[in-house]
């Protein structure tokens, strides 16, 4: 196959996600969306073999990987979702490869009712980029700059899950493990956070460990905070560690007033904001901070 046979057998035809938004998707040298006066919320994530996914993943865990990473932060900003592209780099037309990847990406889009516009493919070592188009709902897009002292710090699902999930795929890689499952195939929470949107102050998504991501939150805020170690929804063999230091949750980490009424079932509270002087920290019962790693996964 060369590329335009590629594009049209796995990219192309039926059982992809369409939107009245989308005017010109793909097959011209740009997607066209029809959208209503807002504010839009654009995010790129790139996606390297051997550093955000494991070398030799089979395509439905590459495609699964980049669609969430791409999404979630449109979710972290209460947003819509109207518009993914995709640049998919490879080393060969793998046609076992780029049918898990096609499939799956089909699902998703219709699972999140975002579409794909449009996109890229190339020869070379296997990254994924994408690039993703939000509209702010009526509130306006959710900042890491609104958190306010005495305001509860919320996340969803269990945070560490995934580092859990990425140790076990290290060792041998496993798509129908369910302890893998939070890393290889992690939840974007756009409905979540589009259906708190309301009472919500700031919030960001958790990539590179919860302590760490709070703590950007907490800098563009000017503030501090202070997760209580009990508080932390762990789910079964997930450290604390784990939790405050793992990444690629795809969870988000919110905070609302302290009398915010959030979906229990959707969000735990984990803690509080506090004045900036007293840090970000995960304190034990007597209060006492818990050594942890405050600085999460870095590139460089």
Not at 31 to 38: E, F, N, Q, R, T
């Amino acid at each position: 196959m060369d590329e335009f046979d590629l594009i049209d057998r796995f990219f192309a035809g039926e059982g992809w996600y369409t939107a009245d938004e989308v005017s010109v998707g793909p097959g011209d040298d740009c997607a066209v969306l029809d959208l209503p006066a807002g504010r839009l919320c654009v995010s790129t994530d790139t996606l390297v073999e051997g550093v955000h996914f494991p070398v030799g993943a089979p395509g439905e865990v590459v495609a699964h990987r980049v669609f969430v990473a791409t999404v979630s932060d449109v979710a972290a900003m209460a947003a819509r979702p109207v518009g993914l592209t995709l640049a998919l780099t490879m080393p060969d037309a793998d046609e076992t490869f780029l049918q898990g990847y096609s499939d799956r990406l089909k699902a998703l889009t219709q699972a999140y009712r975002t579409p794909l516009v449009g996109g890229n493919v190339a020869r070379g070592p296997l990254s994924v980029t994408g690039q993703v188009i939000g509209l702010a709902s009526s509130a306006g897009p959710l900042l890491r700059t609104g958190a306010r002292v005495g305001d509860g710090v919320f996340v969803t699902g269990s945070p560490g899950a995934a580092a859990l999930g990425l140790a076990a795929a290290l060792e041998a890689l496993d798509v129908d493990a369910a302890v893998q499952a939070p890393y290889l195939f992690p939840v974007a929470r756009v409905a979540e956070a589009l259906a708190a949107r309301e009472v919500l102050h700031a919030g960001i998504d958790v990539t590179d460990g919860l302590l760490a991501d709070l703590g950007h939150v907490c800098k563009a805020s000017g503030v501090g905070a202070r997760l209580e170690a009990g508080a932390l929804p762990l789910s079964p063999g997930v450290t604390l560690q784990h939790a405050l230091a793992g990444g690629d949750d795809y969870e988000l980490c919110v905070t609302a007033a302290a009398d915010a009424r959030l979906d229990e079932a959707i969000w735990t509270r984990i803690g509080a904001i506090v004045p900036a002087a007293d840090g970000v920290a995960c304190v034990d019962a007597s209060g006492t901070p818990i050594p942890g790693n405050s600085t999460g996964y870095r590139h460089f």
